[in-house]
């Protein structure tokens, strides 16, 4: 079965300060990585996906992940964050089929003036 | 499109009441999921069916029953709520061919 494991609960950062937020993984397989967003009493919406190809996957609101299969990882980052982007961001994984997504506990991203 | 809507937005119940949580998409997508959502755990997978007659237990499916009453509708069920069942409660929606996932607003159950 597989695993997610996002390492950071909190993680503060100053405004237009650059940002990472770490998540490794774990499966006996082919696995497909999601980012998502949820903001303050909202649901869930999506940031971006590795299916395959480029390791390196551009999502929304300026957020890319690099996916990193020899160290189980796929870590996101941004270069230059904002208030807007506080929030609690989880990191998921699917090994394909209709059996849902494993998620992680989420890491709160928290901007600082 | 609406996407993926959910009934009620909140909800308080006593313990050992029932209530049903409405899930409802018009994305056309076969498969529907109900995930709970507590504080530091993450999302975790009550229910899912992966089509319309069918259904399968997740990671806490315990004290849940569910129905997938048609393509666009999946009901989850407490039949005695317990105070453990606080949570928000997410309902969403596969995309087959690129096995992302919608999500619905989410019901905040709290059980007294």
């Known amino acids: 079965a597989q695993s997610v494991t996002q390492l950071d609960s909190q993680v503060p950062v100053f405004e237009e300060a650059p940002v990472e937020l770490r998540c490794n993984y774990s499966?006996?397989?082919?696995?497909?990585l999601f980012w998502y967003v949820q903001y303050p009493n909202q649901g869930l919406q999506l940031l971006l996906k590795y299916l395959s190809g480029s390791t390196l996957v551009k999502g929304i609101n300026g957020f890319e992940a690099e996916f990193n299969k020899s160290q189980t990882s796929f870590h996101l980052r941004k270069p230059s964050v904002h208030i807007s982007d506080t929030a609690e961001y989880f990191c998921a994984v699917s090994e394909g089929g209709a059996d849902g997504l494993t998620f992680g506990k989420g890491t709160h991203l928290i901007i600082q003036p | 499109n609406a996407g993926v809507t959910q009934t009620p937005k909140f909800q308080v119940l006593k313990t050992g009441q029932s209530m049903t949580l409405q899930c409802a998409q018009d994305?056309?997508?076969?498969?529907m999921y109900w995930y709970r959502q507590d504080p530091g755990m993450g999302l975790r997978l009550i229910y899912y069916s992966a089509s319309e007659g069918t259904t399968d237990k997740g990671e806490v499916p315990n004290g849940y029953n569910v129905s997938r009453l048609n393509k666009r509708e999946f009901s989850l069920r407490l039949e005695s709520a317990a105070p453990s069942q606080t949570s928000v409660y997410f309902c969403a929606t596969h995309r087959g061919s690129s096995y992302e996932q919608y999500f619905g607003p989410g019901t905040r159950l709290t059980v007294t």
């Open positions: 499966s006996s397989v082919s696995v497909y």
């Open positions: 994305m056309n997508h076969n498969s």
